[in-house]
Structures are given as C-alpha cells and as structure tokens.
C-alpha cells in the first residue's frame, strides 16, 4: 500500500519567515496530494490540493509543489503569521473511479509561528 | 451551513467495554469516512460508507465495524476495548467518494480506555 513520509515533525519560524513542508510518497499511481491544517480541538482542514498533472500550485501565502519523478511534494508557506501555527498533514491517492478510495496521511508538522 | 457533527465529544471506557460513536454529516453529503489519530501513527483511514454501503475498510482489526443509515448519518463501534484504542476518532463527510469530492474533517471524539 501507499506509505506518506512527512519531514520535519516540528518546526519553528519566526513571524514574516518562509516554512517548507517535504512529503515523499511510496506508490507511483497515487495522483492527488492534498495537505491540510489541523487547530488545536478541531478536525483537519484542506488548505490546497495538488494533482499529478501539474508541477506547481498558489494560492495567495500557501504553494505546494510536486516532484512526480522523485514521488516528492512540499508545502511552502510564505510571510508566515502566528494564527498560521497549527499541525499540517500531507496525504496522498491514486484514483480508483471512487471506489477503493483513501488518503494515506504522514504524519503532521506541528509548525511554531513565533511573534 | 452546519458543519460535521460527531458526538460524543469526549469518552473514556475500561479495558473490554464497547464504544458506539456517532457522525453526522454537512447536509446533502452522502459519503462518510472515519479515521483514527494517534501521537504515535498518525491519521489512519478505517472505513468509509456510501449510501449505506462500506466501500473501503483500512487495516484495522474486526472490532472496529461502522454503519451508516438512511439519512447519512454515521456510526462506528469498537468493542472488547483496548488500552491502544486511545485515540481521537475523526469523522470526515463529502458529497461523494472519491478525490473530486473534499472532504470536511468533523471535530473527532477523544476516546481513553483505561
């Protein structure tokens, strides 16, 4: 099956700089990598999705990237904000017609926005 | 809109009881996934149910089971209980299955076994 290795567990900036979050993922048909922010006491929140057919992805502070070769993607987070702090997973699947369908997680980020 | 609704928000049970923990979807949302998260391994998938159907099972063993019923609403029961089982237990709901459909990531429910 599909194994999600997420780089770093912690991470620590300061207010104003850049955090990059790497994943690489194990099964080379997997083609839709979304990442999502998780605040303390609540569920997990998309924040951008990527699929296989493109390279780079924007959306305002947030990027992700994706290396389809290196089965690698990451997550770029510019101008970095204290309510930016949180848990950020990535997660990966193949498609399967909806059917069979999961998303394999890493393990999460816990990013540190300090003031 | 309202959101995800899981209840209860927090449970603990002893070692052999059995748990019973409720989803209730976005309305109109017709697919529900249930993962567990732990320090240790992370977000896990363990099933997922349309229209009433389990449509994929993660590698959990067969005391975890779910259910969903007519109006999408979702359970998931886990009996004989487990120190292990600890765990924050997340419902996720989408309009359908499939990665064309975001899923929306409930609150969870912290469950302890003691």
């Known amino acids: 099956g599909e194994n999600v290795e997420q780089h770093p567990s912690t991470l620590s900036v300061q207010e104003g700089d850049s955090a990059v979050i790497k994943c690489t993922y194990s099964?080379?048909?997997?083609?839709?990598f979304p990442w999502y922010k998780q605040e303390l006491g609540k569920g997990p929140q998309l924040i951008i999705d990527?699929?296989?057919?493109?390279g780079e992805k924007k959306d305002q502070r947030i990027a992700v990237t994706l290396n389809k070769t290196a089965k690698h993607f990451s997550l770029h987070i510019t101008e970095t904000q204290p309510e930016d702090s949180a848990v950020y997973f990535c997660?990966?699947?193949?498609?399967?017609?909806?059917?069979?369908?999961?998303?394999?997680f890493g393990k999460g980020t816990l990013l540190t926005v300090n003031p | 809109k309202a959101g995800v609704t899981q209840t209860p928000r927090y449970l603990i049970k002893t070692r052999g009881q059995q748990v019973t923990l409720s989803c209730s979807p976005i309305?109109?949302?017709?697919?529900v996934s249930w993962y567990q998260q732990t320090p240790g391994q992370g977000l896990q998938f363990l099933f997922e149910?349309?229209?009433?159907?389990?449509?994929n099972k993660g590698n959990f063993p067969g005391r975890f089971s779910g259910r969903q019923f007519s109006n999408s609403r979702s359970e998931m029961n886990v009996s004989t209980l487990e120190l292990g089982d600890s765990a924050l237990y997340l419902c996720?709901?989408?309009?359908?299955?499939?990665?064309?459909?975001?899923?929306?990531f409930g609150p969870g429910t912290r469950l302890t076994v003691l």
């Open positions: 309305s109109g949302h017709r697919s």
């Open positions: 149910y349309f229209s009433e159907t389990q449509r």
């Open positions: 996720a709901s989408s309009p359908f299955p499939g990665q064309d459909s975001e899923q929306f």
């Open positions: 997660a990966a699947s193949r498609n399967s017609g909806g059917s069979n369908y999961k998303l394999t």
């Open positions: 099964d080379s048909a997997s083609n839709y």
């Open positions: 990527i699929r296989s057919n493109v």
